[in-house]
């Protein structure tokens, strides 16, 4: 990953943090929130790496893009 992708990685960390006790988010929120915090638009494979970083916080992702 390119040092940008690790800012977003760490954007969707702090993300996931806030919303700790949540069983489900929505990946539109949470694209729409990421955009808004580092102006950058989720590549599939930053959005596969949204998934497994809230699979491992037991969090699961509502596919509402």
Known sequence: MS????????AIG???AE???VAVISMREIVTELLARTGAVLDESLQDLL???AEVRGMTVALDL
């Open 14 to 16: 702090r993300l996931l």
């Open 51 to 53: 998934l497994e970083m």
């Open 19 to 21: 919303k700790t006790g």
């Open 3 to 10: 040092g940008h992708d690790d800012l977003i990685r760490a």
